[in-house]
């Protein structure tokens, strides 16, 4: 069972992952709108990603007995000035939901729950990656911004990326 100060905090987070993904599909929705399918398919595929990531808590704390507490989600922005505009705003988002996880890592730490640790450090090692993934994206748009061929081929290479559920994800 985890503390009560604890159950909030992984419900917390479990409705910033579920903002995630809406921000991440306003953000694909944008590039339809932009007509630039490869990275409407690329943001697509981050918001499936933070839909698993949701369940994963939804999961944990299930399994660990707490309740899960949906609250309502924020309207994600859903207009931005360029492509670049939307990267900068994945990487800083992907840099905010790190501190989240931290702050998490924190207070189970603080509050002994060894399990719930250990439960996080899977999100700790996957926002290495979610940073990471972002700032290439982002280098990448910076490099091609100023050239029309150069975005339309970015835009191919993202339209080739799939959505791989993490290995542990339950069925469904």
Do not use: C
């Given at each position: 069972?985890?503390?009560?100060?604890?159950?909030?905090?992984?419900n917390r987070q479990l409705n910033a992952e579920l903002y995630s993904a809406y921000l991440y599909l306003s953000?694909?929705?944008?590039?339809?709108?932009?007509?630039?399918?490869?990275?409407?398919?690329?943001?697509?595929?981050?918001?499936?990603?933070?839909?698993?990531?949701?369940?994963?808590?939804?999961?944990?704390?299930?399994?660990?007995?707490?309740?899960?507490?949906?609250?309502?989600?924020?309207?994600?922005?859903?207009?931005?000035?360029?492509?670049?505009?939307?990267?900068?705003?994945?990487?800083?988002?992907?840099r905010k939901v790190t501190g989240l996880i931290n702050d998490l890592v924190d207070l189970a730490i603080s509050?002994?729950?060894?399990?719930?640790?250990?439960?996080?450090?899977?999100?700790?090692?996957?926002?290495?990656?979610?940073?990471?993934?972002?700032?290439?994206?982002?280098?990448?748009?910076?490099?091609?911004?100023?050239?029309?061929?150069?975005?339309?081929?970015?835009?191919?290479?993202?339209?080739?990326?799939?959505?791989?559920?993490?290995?542990?994800?339950?069925?469904?």
């Amino acid at each position: 069972m985890v503390s009560e100060r604890m159950q909030e905090a992984l419900n917390r987070q479990l409705n910033a992952e579920l903002y995630s993904a809406y921000l991440y599909l306003s953000m694909a929705a944008y590039y339809e709108a932009s007509d630039l399918p490869g990275f409407a398919n690329w943001m697509r595929v981050q918001a499936q990603e933070e839909l698993a990531h949701a369940m994963k808590f939804y999961d944990y704390l299930v399994q660990r007995g707490a309740r899960v507490v949906l609250e309502e989600i924020e309207k994600p922005p859903f207009e931005w000035e360029s492509p670049l505009e939307v990267s900068k705003h994945v990487l800083e988002h992907e840099r905010k939901v790190t501190g989240l996880i931290n702050d998490l890592v924190d207070l189970a730490i603080s509050e002994r729950d060894h399990a719930t640790n250990n439960f996080l450090q899977w999100f700790v090692a996957e926002q290495v990656e979610e940073e990471e993934s972002a700032g290439s994206v982002l280098q990448k748009v910076r490099l091609a911004s100023d050239s029309p061929s150069g975005l339309l081929m970015l835009d191919a290479e993202l339209g080739k990326r799939v959505y791989n559920p993490p290995a542990n994800e339950k069925g469904g």
